[in-house]
């Protein structure tokens, strides 16, 4: 079913981003005007939601834009990723105010949306490119590093191009196309070959920024569409994209064993979180793509809620050597303490969090595609989980050092966001049933190219 | 309800704290005391019900908790003649910790911590005694692992507990690996696994894939076991976890939490019961694990680690018991145990002083056990054995070893598979982290 929202909601969401990433007026306006806009453009979407109902499979076009178009599941997951933005800049120290960070973060995610809500390959590629623009023009924030990364990016968005220009000339089931297809989504997720790409964003540019930029899960979305389009996904790319999964999910969880800078850390927990997400969406079938869709949401949530506290502190102990010292945080701010712990808990998997049950519908819609690839992606999910349990006790437990100033805890601004997060996990954790309705229930199944 | 009720006063103590305000101590003591004092009290009703009235086991379905169009994840409880004794014993002694724990913890900066945590721990034990399915059971078995891990390394300020508590942590999620594999299988295989409904020797009859995939579970299922009770390769944990608060030793590695892998044995005895290999495998992990277990114990040096290595060895008998069929005998083992070591655990601060008394009382000839035994083991032997137990049965070296170097070798190796070897490292970016390295 394809349709006409009756008003413009998706040109107003961008919009309302676009406006909020201005940088007009002092900090605290800037950071109003920024949290105003990401709630503007939820209000928005939530609003188109409702206007397109849940459960349609086909695309809900904007009036004035039709370009853009609200489409299959994408609502839920751009309502989320506009309040989690909002909960990053709400929570963001005051220096990343001034540096333009949180002005780069709000256009991060109109870019996504602009990607997400794309009917053609043109609109969706804009947006893709568009979110490199913060890390091009915001050196300052970045202090003059993290501009590598931008070859897997502009390779992910050239190959995006490719493979798009090849489609409309007729040769889009081809192989070449598929491949590039292929190589765009790898370099996007920064799945291996490329992990080390995203594990040095993780630790030289703002972690906004990556929260944004990657919970986005272009790479993902670009397969959704292919997987919900006529011709489906052809078997070896497939094959192809699990064979990827799987050396993403081991090498990343065997290096966040010995990996010890916790934001190093966190980008290979990230990435193997990534891996858990496509491999839901590659295991063409119901569980893995009800997974992936819910993983998507646990991973976006709890890893933002990780990188926002972990900036927290970095901005209070600016002078700390993360790697090597443990600050034993615990006792001096025992919320910054119990939120990180939950966020990595609900990472890890643990029941009473949405994690628990959207690894468990990936990991059986995964053993169902492939039992290889369930049994590797239930070990190294494990192996996450102590990666994620060590970086909570090196970074709170422990003897805090004589030379260690007080860190305070969470201020009020900072503390509710990263609740409205967490109460969102365990809730979703809770009744999990109201999230999977989220989904499109009758996503049509292909069986052609695909294997069982 | 009673199951529900030490979740809602972790809920509720949860949603206290985050508004900033702090219950007294004698609150939390006495509304903790009251809950599990309400849950013994309905679970002994229950048990009364079934044991002596004989009513009919009740499978309790409450609807979905989530499900897509194949899979469906029911919120299913059953109480049966296994599932109640074990909520009754649960809710006993964690009722009786709660009790002790008030004075024990008593001013402790981490006193509401700690009754959290164990009330957490409770709301996951009695979950895991009255599941109906395995991915139920899975769900209060990860929330038992967890505060205990947080319970281990409750001292914070110290390392030790924080590492001890990160090791126990790894070896948890490693076996958990086996459970959710199992889930997995069960999934595939038998289209799930509802412990009213097992699949057993009657479901594969006369099929090789059929027995061939009742094995492959049933293992899985035992190795699951072995890590939540630690014995058989999971063997080094238990002396780790003994840095936590005696009344949290006390119910974790006396009482409750070692005692659900033979829960789960129990639950899932068709299962395991029809596989020849795997109760052959119950009886020779069981058999093994007694047996270090008092070499171990007899040559331990703090009150603590004697009880943890006793439990072991009381594990691998019962283990041995379920392998041997006798599931009635590992039951009444498993009550009796878990009862008496309790006490031992809550006893153990006071130990030299019970010492005392016990030795004055017999005279003064308190004579050590079990020598009539060592005598028949040949002078070599029993330096050679009592050389392994002081190593611990050379277990850590021989994990580090075969398992632990090689890995982070291979980890450490990977790195250069990333862009530029060298830079941040963990150690290479020195004092300026990421974006503050511009400011």
């Known amino acids: 079913m394809n349709d006409t929202l009756p008003l413009p909601l998706l040109t107003a969401a961008v919009a309302a981003l676009i406006a909020g990433s201005l940088p007009v007026g002092g900090p605290s306006f800037r950071r109003g005007c920024s949290v105003l806009s990401t709630l503007v453009a939820a209000v928005c979407i939530a609003w188109a939601i409702g206007l397109a109902p849940a459960g349609t499979t086909g695309a809900w076009a904007d009036p004035w834009v039709p370009l853009l178009a609200l489409q299959g599941p994408d609502g839920w997951l751009l309502l989320a990723l506009c309040l989690i933005t909002g909960c990053l800049v709400a929570a963001a120290p005051a220096r990343d105010v001034k540096d333009g960070v949180t002005g780069g973060t709000v256009f991060l995610c109109a870019a996504n949306v602009l990607a997400h809500a794309g009917t053609s390959p043109l609109a969706m590629g804009l947006g893709w490119a568009l979110t490199a623009v913060p890390f091009l023009v915001g050196k300052k924030a970045m202090g003059g590093a993290g501009r590598h990364w931008l070859v897997p990016m502009l390779g992910s968005t050239a190959a995006f191009a490719a493979a798009s220009v090849l489609a409309r000339d007729g040769a889009g089931t081809g192989t070449i196309a598929w491949l590039l297809v292929l190589v765009a989504v790898v370099a996007r997720k920064g799945l291996f070959p490329f992990h080390g790409w995203v594990v040095r964003m993780f630790h030289e540019t703002p972690l906004a920024w990556v929260a944004v930029a990657f919970n986005g899960r272009l790479g993902s979305l670009l397969l959704l569409r292919f997987e919900s389009s006529v011709e489906g996904i052809p078997g070896w790319v497939v094959d192809a994209a699990s064979v990827l999964v799987i050396a993403s999910a081991v090498v990343c969880s065997l290096r966040g064993l010995v990996e010890k800078e916790p934001r190093r850390l966190l980008g290979y927990l990230f990435v193997g979180q990534s891996g858990l997400v496509l491999g839901g969406v590659v295991s063409v079938n119901e569980e893995g793509f009800t997974g992936s869709l819910m993983h998507w949401l646990t991973v976006a949530v709890a890893s933002s809620g990780l990188m926002a506290l972990l900036r927290l502190m970095q901005s209070r102990l600016p002078g700390m050597d993360w790697a090597m010292r443990t600050p034993g945080l615990a006792r001096s701010a025992p919320r910054l303490a119990t939120f990180f712990l939950v966020f990595a808990l609900a990472l890890a998997g643990l029941p009473g969090t949405l994690g628990y049950c959207s690894q468990d519908l990936v990991l059986g819609g995964a053993t169902e595609h492939s039992f290889a690839m369930g049994m590797v992606l239930a070990m190294t999910s494990a192996l996450n989980a102590i990666a994620v349990f060590r970086i909570y006790t090196q970074l709170f437990l422990g003897v805090r050092p004589r030379d260690a100033v007080t860190v305070p805890d969470l201020l009020a601004r900072e503390r509710w966001p990263m609740v409205a997060c967490i109460v969102f996990l365990l809730a979703g954790g809770l009744f999990p049933a109201s999230v999977i309705r989220w989904k499109v229930p009758d996503l049509p199944r292909h069986e052609a190219g695909r294997r069982h | ?439």
């Open chain 2, 1 to 439: 309800m009673a199951l529900g009720l030490p979740g809602a006063l972790f809920l509720a103590s949860g949603l206290s704290w985050l508004a900033g305000y702090k219950p007294p101590e004698r609150a939390v003591w006495r509304a903790t005391k009251a809950a599990y004092l309400f849950a013994f009290l309905v679970f002994s009703a229950e048990a009364v019900r079934l044991l002596f009235l004989h009513d009919p086991d009740v499978d309790l379905r409450m609807g979905e908790w989530f499900a897509t169009s194949h899979t469906h994840f029911g919120l299913e409880l059953l109480f049966d003649h296994l599932s109640v004794p074990v909520l009754w014993l649960a809710s006993l002694l964690v009722g009786i910790v709660a009790a002790f724990s008030g004075r024990y913890m008593h001013r402790d900066p981490g006193f509401h911590r700690y009754f959290n945590l164990l009330n957490l721990f409770g709301f996951g034990a009695f979950l895991v005694a009255a599941a109906g399915s395995v991915e139920f059971l899975m769900a209060g078995w990860e929330l038992v692992g967890i505060t205990s891990v947080l319970l281990i390394g409750f001292f914070q300020d110290r390392p030790e507990p924080v590492s001890n508590g990160l090791r126990v942590y790894g070896y948890y999620r490693v076996a958990d690996i086996f459970l959710v594999a199992a889930v997995l299988l069960g999934h595939l295989w038998f289209g799930g696994i509802e412990f009213a409904h097992l699949p057993g020797g009657h479901a594969t009859a006369g099929s090789e894939s059929g027995d061939l995939r009742v094995t492959v579970t049933a293992l899985l299922l035992i190795l699951a076991a072995c890590g939540k009770s630690s014995v058989g390769p999971f063997f080094g944990w238990l002396p780790r976890a003994m840095e936590g608060p005696t009344p949290s030793s006390a119910i974790f590695y006396g009482a409750v939490s070692v005692h659900l892998g033979v829960f789960l044995l129990l639950r899932a005895w068709p299962l395991v019961h029809a596989s020849k290999v795997a109760t052959w495998a119950l009886v020779v992990i069981g058999g093994g694990s007694a047996l270090m277990g008092t070499l171990l114990h007899r040559s331990a040096n703090d009150a603590k680690t004697m009880l943890a290595h006793a439990t072991q060895t009381q594990l691998g008998i019962i283990f041995m018991e379920v392998g041997l069929g006798w599931t009635g005998v590992a039951a009444f083992h498993l009550t009796g145990h878990a009862i008496v070591r309790t006490a031992q655990f809550l006893r153990a601060p006071s130990l030299l002083h019970d010492h005392h008394h016990v030795h004055a009382a017999a005279g003064g000839s308190l004579s050590p056990t079990g020598e009539h035994l060592e005598a028949l083991v040949p002078r070599k032997a029993q330096l050679w054995l009592y050389r392994m137990a002081m190593g611990a049965g050379f277990y850590e070296a021989i994990l580090a070893r075969v398992l632990l170097r090689p890995l982070t070798r291979l980890a450490e190796g990977l790195i250069s598979l990333e862009p530029s070897p060298g830079a941040g490292r963990g150690h290479g970016a020195g004092n300026l982290q990421g974006e503050e390295a511009g400011r």
